[in-house]
Protein backbone atom coordinates (compact mmCIF):
# COMPACT_ATOMS: atom_id res chain seq x y z
CA UNK A 1 0.00 0.00 0.00
CA UNK A 2 3.16 2.49 -0.23
CA UNK A 3 1.55 4.03 -3.88
CA UNK A 4 -1.63 4.81 -1.70
CA UNK A 5 0.90 7.56 -0.15
CA UNK A 6 -0.03 9.77 -2.86
CA UNK A 7 -3.60 9.81 -1.79
CA UNK A 8 -2.43 10.75 1.71
CA UNK A 9 -1.03 13.49 0.51
CA UNK A 10 -3.99 15.22 -1.76
CA UNK A 11 -5.87 15.16 1.59
CA UNK A 12 -2.90 17.14 3.45
CA UNK A 13 -2.13 19.71 0.86
CA UNK A 14 -4.71 22.02 1.39
CA UNK A 15 -4.17 23.12 4.89
CA UNK A 16 -0.46 24.23 3.63
CA UNK A 17 -2.13 27.11 2.42
CA UNK A 18 -5.13 27.65 4.21
CA UNK A 19 -4.97 31.53 5.38
CA UNK A 20 -1.77 31.76 3.95
CA UNK A 21 -1.42 34.52 0.87
CA UNK A 22 -1.05 33.50 -2.48
CA UNK A 23 0.00 35.50 -5.02
CA UNK A 24 2.44 33.57 -6.73
CA UNK A 25 0.41 30.43 -7.49
CA UNK A 26 -2.35 32.28 -7.99
CA UNK A 27 -1.44 34.57 -10.38
CA UNK A 28 -0.43 31.45 -12.30
CA UNK A 29 -3.29 30.25 -12.88
CA UNK A 30 -5.69 30.44 -15.79
CA UNK A 31 -9.59 30.28 -15.84
CA UNK A 32 -11.16 28.25 -19.01
CA UNK A 33 -13.50 30.30 -20.69
CA UNK A 34 -17.21 29.03 -20.11
CA UNK A 35 -18.44 26.64 -22.58
CA UNK A 36 -21.66 24.88 -21.93
CA UNK A 37 -21.88 26.06 -18.51
CA UNK A 38 -23.28 23.02 -16.15
CA UNK A 39 -24.31 25.41 -13.99
CA UNK A 40 -24.81 29.20 -14.18
CA UNK A 41 -21.66 31.36 -12.82
CA UNK A 42 -19.14 28.32 -13.69
CA UNK A 43 -16.23 27.50 -15.35
CA UNK A 44 -14.62 24.37 -16.26
CA UNK A 45 -10.61 23.95 -15.05
CA UNK A 46 -8.93 20.77 -16.68
CA UNK A 47 -5.48 19.35 -17.05
CA UNK A 48 -4.55 16.86 -19.77
CA UNK A 49 -6.09 13.61 -17.89
CA UNK A 50 -9.88 15.56 -16.41
CA UNK A 51 -11.93 18.31 -16.06
CA UNK A 52 -14.61 19.80 -13.58
CA UNK A 53 -16.68 22.91 -13.27
CA UNK A 54 -16.82 24.90 -10.12
CA UNK A 55 -18.28 28.37 -9.27
CA UNK A 56 -16.48 31.20 -11.45
CA UNK A 57 -14.84 32.72 -8.61
CA UNK A 58 -12.22 30.00 -8.49
CA UNK A 59 -8.70 29.90 -10.80
CA UNK A 60 -6.42 26.94 -11.01
CA UNK A 61 -3.98 24.94 -12.77
CA UNK A 62 -1.19 22.75 -12.45
CA UNK A 63 0.41 22.49 -9.14
CA UNK A 64 4.01 21.33 -10.12
CA UNK A 65 5.29 24.86 -10.50
CA UNK A 66 4.60 25.89 -7.08
CA UNK A 67 6.13 22.80 -4.98
CA UNK A 68 8.64 25.01 -3.44
CA UNK A 69 6.13 27.46 -2.04
CA UNK A 70 4.06 24.33 -0.46
CA UNK A 71 7.21 22.41 1.09
CA UNK A 72 8.62 25.57 2.93
CA UNK A 73 5.00 25.87 4.32
CA UNK A 74 4.91 22.07 5.08
CA UNK A 75 8.53 22.53 6.58
CA UNK A 76 6.76 24.93 8.95
CA UNK A 77 4.56 22.43 10.40
CA UNK A 78 6.76 19.97 12.06
CA UNK A 79 8.12 16.79 11.88
CA UNK A 80 4.59 14.92 11.79
CA UNK A 81 5.03 16.04 7.89
CA UNK A 82 8.21 14.82 6.98
CA UNK A 83 7.35 12.09 4.87
CA UNK A 84 4.61 13.83 2.93
CA UNK A 85 7.47 16.87 2.35
CA UNK A 86 9.41 13.71 0.74
CA UNK A 87 6.72 12.56 -1.49
CA UNK A 88 6.10 15.75 -2.93
CA UNK A 89 9.49 16.45 -3.82
CA UNK A 90 10.05 13.02 -5.81
CA UNK A 91 6.66 12.95 -7.12
CA UNK A 92 5.45 16.24 -8.15
CA UNK A 93 3.72 15.21 -11.10
CA UNK A 94 1.39 13.47 -9.37
CA UNK A 95 -0.79 16.56 -8.50
CA UNK A 96 -2.91 17.07 -11.36
CA UNK A 97 -4.71 20.42 -10.57
CA UNK A 98 -4.98 22.77 -7.83
CA UNK A 99 -8.02 25.70 -7.55
CA UNK A 100 -8.73 28.27 -5.25
CA UNK A 101 -11.34 30.71 -4.43
CA UNK A 102 -9.98 33.89 -5.19
CA UNK A 103 -12.62 34.87 -2.29
CA UNK A 104 -11.64 34.61 1.51
CA UNK A 105 -13.28 33.30 3.79
CA UNK A 106 -14.62 34.35 7.60
CA UNK A 107 -11.42 32.27 9.05
CA UNK A 108 -9.17 34.09 6.85
CA UNK A 109 -8.99 30.83 4.72
CA UNK A 110 -9.31 29.81 1.26
CA UNK A 111 -11.65 27.12 0.11
CA UNK A 112 -9.73 24.69 -2.95
CA UNK A 113 -9.79 21.34 -4.96
CA UNK A 114 -6.97 19.38 -5.23
CA UNK A 115 -6.85 16.64 -7.75
CA UNK A 116 -3.92 13.64 -7.17
CA UNK A 117 -3.74 10.15 -9.22
CA UNK A 118 -1.87 6.87 -8.78
CA UNK A 119 -2.40 3.65 -10.06
CA UNK A 120 -3.24 1.06 -8.02
CA UNK A 121 -3.77 -3.34 -8.77
CA UNK A 122 -7.34 -3.39 -9.91
CA UNK A 123 -8.26 -5.68 -7.61
CA UNK A 124 -7.63 -3.50 -4.57
CA UNK A 125 -11.02 -3.07 -3.09
CA UNK A 126 -11.76 0.67 -2.51
CA UNK A 127 -12.68 0.11 1.45
CA UNK A 128 -9.00 -1.02 1.74
CA UNK A 129 -7.51 1.91 -0.03
CA UNK A 130 -9.36 4.82 2.28
CA UNK A 131 -8.01 2.33 5.47
CA UNK A 132 -4.47 2.83 3.68
CA UNK A 133 -4.87 6.59 3.74
CA UNK A 134 -6.46 6.92 6.82
CA UNK A 135 -3.88 4.61 8.85
CA UNK A 136 -1.44 7.33 7.15
CA UNK A 137 -3.43 10.37 8.84
CA UNK A 138 -1.46 12.51 11.44
CA UNK A 139 -3.14 12.69 14.71
CA UNK A 140 -4.72 16.47 13.42
CA UNK A 141 -7.12 14.68 11.62
CA UNK A 142 -10.19 12.91 12.01
CA UNK A 143 -12.71 11.05 9.89
CA UNK A 144 -16.23 12.16 10.16
CA UNK A 145 -17.79 9.98 7.95
CA UNK A 146 -16.73 7.59 5.75
CA UNK A 147 -18.78 5.67 2.75
CA UNK A 148 -19.42 4.41 -0.64
CA UNK A 149 -20.92 5.68 -3.49
CA UNK A 150 -20.99 6.27 -6.98
CA UNK A 151 -19.73 9.19 -9.11
CA UNK A 152 -20.90 9.28 -12.65
CA UNK A 153 -21.13 5.73 -12.99
CA UNK A 154 -17.68 4.96 -11.38
CA UNK A 155 -17.23 3.35 -7.67
CA UNK A 156 -15.83 6.18 -5.03
CA UNK A 157 -15.54 6.51 -1.56
CA UNK A 158 -16.79 9.87 0.07
CA UNK A 159 -15.12 10.71 3.47
CA UNK A 160 -15.55 13.99 5.69
CA UNK A 161 -12.20 15.02 7.57
CA UNK A 162 -11.63 17.27 10.72
CA UNK A 163 -8.21 19.08 11.28
CA UNK A 164 -7.79 20.91 13.74
CA UNK A 165 -4.42 22.97 12.74
CA UNK A 166 -3.90 26.04 15.41
CA UNK A 167 -4.85 28.56 15.45
CA UNK A 168 -7.40 27.64 12.46
CA UNK A 169 -10.17 24.39 12.09
CA UNK A 170 -10.47 23.63 8.12
CA UNK A 171 -12.88 21.03 6.92
CA UNK A 172 -12.29 18.46 4.38
CA UNK A 173 -14.58 16.59 1.68
CA UNK A 174 -12.39 13.86 -0.33
CA UNK A 175 -13.54 11.58 -2.86
CA UNK A 176 -11.49 8.82 -3.81
CA UNK A 177 -12.54 7.55 -7.43
CA UNK A 178 -11.57 4.64 -9.30
CA UNK A 179 -11.11 3.67 -12.57
CA UNK A 180 -10.12 0.66 -12.87
CA UNK A 181 -6.40 0.75 -11.86
CA UNK A 182 -6.55 4.46 -12.02
CA UNK A 183 -7.20 6.31 -8.79
CA UNK A 184 -8.26 10.19 -8.75
CA UNK A 185 -8.69 11.68 -5.39
CA UNK A 186 -10.39 15.09 -5.12
CA UNK A 187 -10.00 17.23 -2.01
CA UNK A 188 -12.35 19.90 -0.94
CA UNK A 189 -11.46 22.49 1.51
CA UNK A 190 -12.56 24.64 3.36
CA UNK A 191 -12.30 26.27 7.16
CA UNK A 192 -14.50 24.73 9.67
CA UNK A 193 -17.37 27.60 10.03
CA UNK A 194 -18.12 27.69 6.29
CA UNK A 195 -17.79 24.16 5.73
CA UNK A 196 -21.44 23.44 5.91
CA UNK A 197 -22.34 26.12 3.55
CA UNK A 198 -20.14 25.08 0.75
CA UNK A 199 -20.67 21.36 1.17
CA UNK A 200 -23.46 21.40 -1.62
CA UNK A 201 -20.97 23.36 -3.99
CA UNK A 202 -18.03 20.44 -3.55
CA UNK A 203 -20.97 17.82 -4.12
CA UNK A 204 -22.25 20.12 -7.53
CA UNK A 205 -18.74 20.02 -8.65
CA UNK A 206 -18.16 16.33 -8.43
CA UNK A 207 -20.57 15.77 -10.40
CA UNK A 208 -18.68 17.29 -13.25
CA UNK A 209 -15.51 15.82 -12.81
CA UNK A 210 -14.45 13.61 -16.11
CA UNK A 211 -11.98 11.48 -17.29
CA UNK A 212 -11.00 12.15 -20.49
Partial sequence: MNRIKVLLIGTMIFFVTVGCSLPTIIN????TDPTSTPIP???????????????????????EDDIEVIVERLKSLGSDFEATINYIEQNPSAFVLIAYDTKIGPQNTRSNLNVVTEKVLSVVSLDNI?????????????VAERSLVTINGYQAGRMVIDADLPPIAIKELLYVIKDGSNIWALTFTSGAEEFDRLLETFEQSVLTFKIK
Wanted: charged share 20%.
Fill in 41 to 63: GWIKLESDEIEIWLPDSYVGGSL
Fill in 28 to 31: SFQK
Fill in 130 to 142: LDAVISQFPPQFT
